[in-house]
């Protein structure tokens, strides 16, 4: 994905879109068809471009060292400052 004017980089993905309509779960994860998307820990990741850093947005479940080595290794984060904030847009709806 190309960054935009002033030099991010973001999914154009949207939780709602991805989980509702898109079923991105499935095949794997047959056991949250009758989950909403807002009931699970999750988050985004934004890359500067300009300042060669990335941000993690997420919930706050999830700032355990564990998740944050599994986030970095997954995506390959080794050569890029990382900033990890909590952002009450993705924490977890509770019923």
Same mark, same amino acid.
């Given at each position: %994905?190309? &960054?935009?004017?002033?030099? %991010? =980089?973001?999914? &154009?993905?949207?939780?709602?879109? *991805? !989980? *509702?309509? @898109?079923? /991105?779960?499935? &095949?794997?994860? @047959?056991?949250? /068809? ?6 699970? &820990?999750?988050?985004?990741? =934004? ?8 941000? /993690?947005? %997420?919930?706050?479940?999830? +700032? ?7 986030? @970095?290794?997954? +995506? ?7 900033? !990890? ?6 924490? =977890?709806?509770?019923?």
């Amino acid at each position: %994905m190309a &960054p935009d004017d002033i030099g %991010m =980089v973001d999914s &154009p993905f949207q939780h709602i879109t *991805e !989980w *509702e309509n @898109k079923h /991105i779960y499935l &095949p794997h994860f @047959k056991e949250l /068809i009758a989950s909403e998307y807002q009931e699970l &820990p999750r988050g985004r990741v =934004v890359y500067s471009t300009l300042a060669n850093t990335i941000t /993690i947005y %997420m919930d706050s479940s999830l +700032f355990a060292n564990v998740y944050k080595e599994q986030l @970095k290794s997954y +995506f390959d984060f080794t050569n890029c400052k990382i900033i !990890w904030k909590k952002d009450s847009h993705y924490k =977890v709806y509770n019923h």
